[in-house]
């Protein structure tokens, strides 16, 4: 695990206002990434430069440092993320005449695309994400994986391309703008983070999973979806994933080789322990390849709902493991909450972000350097309560209903419904995607609805035109102020590749294109490496996403229980207590931190206080806004807050 940074000139002229000092400012902003060595490479033109840091992990030897150059000088590299089959992919470019001088993963993707050229991706079983220039033939590619593991920012100001593991590096470039787009903005009121390729600022982008980009010789800029978890399969095949056993089976051989290919590592490694069933399930598998598993925990004084301890100390004893555990306060989660705020870039409202950082450091203070994490679990297995409620609903309602009531009736409908619910926003919300025929699930962490945004936004400027970036990555995506145009994108697109998906498997498709890598991930990411942690997650192991993708619904809640099929591969391997219990979210208590904490409350009221332009004087209570409501208000404050807490950082640091 590492960081980067690094910026083209599109004109030669531009070549001039770019150094190896802008390199350097650039690079220190992502030290924490990877503290272990650094280095910078220049061209000799003045038109390309990458900067990289070092978390040493596989080949800790100086012949790992990167950037990287290859032999003669032609491709040039700077990598974040792990490739664990590059063992494999190395005796095969060696038997191709290919000559190495290291042993690390970074050298076989040199070789790799000087044997396949950027075909190589499909070769590439890892996460990561890479910035490669091709000396010779003059051409950029930036990458994603094919989950989206690990970020990539970039923006094209001034005539010149920046690109970086973290935002903050770009702002080292003096003349990138940190202003804020009202478009992501809209969005990240929605979805708890902005959606890609948006980021919260103007002209900033994420590349979405999946995806390159390439700058040719000509400085033209062209974006490539190079990975989807979409696969066809033939219809023998799909009879096959209605058998329970099939599943069964494919399922735990997957999930073996996802956790023994992610235990490849040159230094200490250990796992998250929650004592939950994906955690658990890490541990378990970890134990079968090596003696000891180092397990981590964490927990909080003052959140007992939220405390999984003893389950934990359960499967450490059950398995032998060497155990470290931490109980945090609310205290110590405000005196971390600004560097968060700083560590994220741009808001991502999950209060998860502050346990995750406590258990990363954790884990790093007992001289652990990788560990495995089990997020991705709930959404591939069907494993959340909501899913359940939802399907529920979908099945027994709201698709009967659409089916046959006519259009006009569904119109009157809804406008009263407007009239009705004033104050009961998500009903209102509710009715309006039922008659419009809208999908009903949006993702799996949904802050405000388009009902309630309405109430705390004020009317500013919506006739914004096109981002023409936005178009070239995501063709045909409406940009409006409407975010079912995200959801409607994504969906639109399942349905050229099949018609006939069911509930469970849209549902699990926008996870994967939305909260998973832009939410999730970044979350595991950026508060891990915030502790130069490297976090591994074998449940989103590409082969098993894409045979889960084709399990259908009835086999993943059969019987009415939630991750029905991952508590069949658990039987046998872990304790029924731990299969059988009811699942208990890993959360901070912030209702209870909002309603009677110490530290919190008066925090955000100061913060709060300050007028903001976009938003009424509605966001001063929340609770006001919510009384009739059954959503927690306290998830919306933190989405308010964190939004509020970056402004404040931002103006603080211009």
């Known amino acids: 695990m590492c960081g980067y940074a690094g910026f083209c000139a599109l004109s030669k002229e531009k070549g001039d206002k770019l150094s190896t000092s802008l390199l350097e400012a650039m690079r220190q902003k992502v030290t924490h990434r990877g503290p272990d060595d650094h280095g910078v490479w220049f061209s000799p033109d003045n038109a390309v430069g990458f900067a990289h840091n070092r978390l040493s992990i596989i080949d800790i030897s100086q012949a790992g440092k990167q950037p990287m150059l290859d032999k003669d000088e032609s491709v040039v590299i700077a990598f974040n993320g792990e490739i664990y089959n590059h063992e494999e992919l190395r005796k095969e470019l060696e038997s191709l005449g290919h000559e190495y001088s290291s042993h690390s993963d970074t050298e076989t993707i040199l070789h790799a695309y000087k044997q396949w050229g950027i075909k190589c991706l499909e070769k590439l079983d890892g996460m990561f994400s890479f ?25 094209q100001q001034n005539d010149i391309l920046s690109f970086a593991s973290e935002i903050k590096a770009l702002w080292e470039l003096p003349w990138n703008k940190r202003e804020k787009s009202s478009i992501a903005l809209y969005h990240y009121l929605t979805f708890m983070v902005t959606p890609a390729p948006y980021t919260i600022f103007q002209d900033v982008y994420k590349l979405p999973a999946g995806f390159y980009a390439k700058l040719d010789a000509q400085k033209n800029l062209s974006f490539h979806e190079w990975y989807s978890p979409l696969k066809k399969i033939t219809l023998q095949e799909k009879k096959q994933f209605f058998s329970e056993q099939f599943c069964v089976e494919n399922i735990r051989h997957l999930l073996i080789n996802a956790t023994k290919k992610r235990m490849m590592s040159d230094v200490p490694f250990g796992a998250f322990l929650s004592g939950g069933i994906d955690s658990s399930l890490n541990v378990a598998l970890m134990s079968k390849f090596v003696g000891k598993v180092k397990t981590f925990t964490v927990a909080f004084s003052d959140g007992p709902e939220h405390d999984e301890l003893k389950w934990a100390r359960l499967v450490a004893e059950r398995f032998g493991t060497d155990h470290h555990e931490i109980i945090i306060s609310e205290k110590e989660a405000f005196q971390f909450y600004d560097k968060m705020v700083y560590h994220l870039d741009e808001p991502l409202a999950d209060c998860v972000c502050i346990p995750f950082y406590y258990v990363a450091k954790l884990a790093k203070d007992a001289g652990v350097t990788v560990v495995q994490v089990g997020e991705g679990a709930d959404e591939l297995f069907f494993g959340y309560p909501t899913y359940a409620k939802l399907n529920n609903f979908y099945s027994t309602m709201w698709r009967p209903s659409q089916r046959v009531v006519p259009a006009v009736i ?46 705390v936004l004020q009317s500013f400027q919506h006739n914004i035109g096109p981002d023409s970036m936005v178009e070239k990555i995501y063709q045909g995506m409406r940009q409006e102020f409407d975010s079912f145009s995200i959801v409607d994108f ?30 999730l991930l970044m979350r595991a990411d950026k508060m891990a490496m915030a502790a130069s942690v490297e976090a591994r997650v074998p449940f989103l192991d590409y082969k098993l996403v894409e045979f889960m993708m084709h399990v259908p619904l009835s086999l993943k809640f059969k019987y009415k229980t939630t991750k029905y099929l991952l508590k069949r591969v658990a039987q046998g391997i872990l304790p029924d207590v731990i299969v ?10 912030t209702t209870r931190w909002f309603t009677s904490g110490n530290y919190f409350p008066s925090y955000f009221d100061e913060k709060s206080s300050k007028a903001h332009s976009f938003f009424s004087s509605n966001v001063k209570n929340l609770k006001n806004l919510y009384r009739n409501s059954t959503s927690s208000w306290a998830v919306q404050n933190w989405v308010l807050q964190n939004l509020w807490a970056l402004d404040e950082y931002n103006n603080h640091k211009k």
């Open 490 to 519: 994504h969906l639109s697109r399942l349905k050229k590749f099949s018609d006939r998906s069911d509930f469970g498997r849209k549902m699990m498709y926008l996870e994967l294109k939305q909260r998973l890598p832009e939410l």
């Open 131 to 155: 910035s490669l220039f091709d000396i010779k033939k003059n051409e950029l590619y930036l990458v994603r994986d094919r989950i989206g593991i690990k970020p990539l920012y970039f923006t």
């Open 410 to 455: 569904r119109r009157g409908v809804r406008h009263v419904a407007n009239k009705a619910f004033t104050h009961r926003l998500g009903y209102a919300d509710l009715i309006d995607n039922w008659s419009r025929k809208r999908a009903l699930f949006w993702g799996g962490a949904i802050a405000f609805n388009e009902h309630q945004k309405k109430k």
């Open 580 to 589: 059988n219990r009811k699942k208990v979210g890993f959360a901070a208590p």
